[in-house]
């Protein structure tokens, strides 16, 4: 019957596990470990642990669970392993999987992190990597090899908000056999449908819309039992990036507004985004929910909306950029995202400035781009804001 739940039902109910108190909220078990009645029993568990049974908080907890089960039933898979952040999910998942002499091929326009776990870690350990313009099927077609053991992306890239099309890389990378990995934050999981679309693996970085408060930083790798159970698991449980179960429980409380959270905030988006297209302060309005943006019919195919953040690309370079960041009253200057709070992030000097100036320009990290993803605020007043902000960069 559950299986059979909406997904808002699901988001407050599925994975719940009741102490004999009967409480209603989730209890946080915090324990780092589990009591056995006997030395048989401890030998029985460590042999083949049951599904309510748990040995050590890295290898699993209570409320850990609960938030795996949840989130997988919502994104319609079959498991899940949390994880102490995105990027602890993110380097899990690649590298569980692969070895020296494997080759992955991957988008080019990635969060910093990902793009530093691709370029020099799993390079460092004899991986190779073909990095390819996302929005290009050609070149995916042309990069994938028969020996290509996974791809990676990001389903809508960060910054620069590039929509890549699920379905037709899936079934590019399905037919030479390799395994698909998507990054799937910008989309969320209220709008991914990356499990029908082909994926075979998503990851979260649950800091961002799960939790969407700005608390605690945690992640997860979602994908079939066996993958995450034989696969991610294992590497997981022995080398330390478990999330912990007061983040967990964190998590799932998030899971239960997230869905109410992300529509509010994806609807002020488009009416921000709208309200702000063709101002003479801006080169561009970038926002995956305009029709003037290139992937606009695939990300409402895709998800059927634009997401919670959009890029304003503002005339005369950095200088006006910080003006107006500077001159914003209600959004805060930090670099997260997907939080109830409006955060405006310029890209070129603080999350991407590591980056050469000339991979910035081929990724389209301008010095005018200002990355905002928009809260819960009233939306005439984060418009009334931003539009006398443009005003003062001139
Ligand atoms: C934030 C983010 C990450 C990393 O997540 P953390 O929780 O900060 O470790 C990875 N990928 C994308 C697309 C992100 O936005």
Redo the contacts with the bound molecule.
Sequence with gaps: MSDDWKPSTKAVHTGTRRSQYGEVSEAIFLTQGFVYDSAEHAEQRFINSGDDEFIYARYGNPTVKMFEERIAALEGFEDAFATA???AA?SGALTSMLKAGDHVVSARAL?G??LYVLEDILSRYGVEITFVDGTDLGAWEAAIRDDTKAVFF?SIS?PTLEVIDIEAVSKLARAKGALVLI?N??ATPVYSRAAEQGADVVIY?A??HIDGQGRT???VILGSREFIRKTVEPYMKHTGGSMSPFTAWVMLKGLETMSLRVRAQTATALAVAQALEGNDALEQTIYPGLASHPQHALVQAQMGAGGTVLALDIKDGKEAAFRFLNAVQIGLISNN?GDAKTIMTHPATTTHQRLPDAQKASLGITPGLVRISIGLEDCDDLIADFLQALRATK
Excluded: A, R, Y
């Design positions: 952040s995105g990027m993110v969060f992190s990902c990001e960060n990054d934050v910008f970085s800091t961002k930083l945690g992640g995202l």
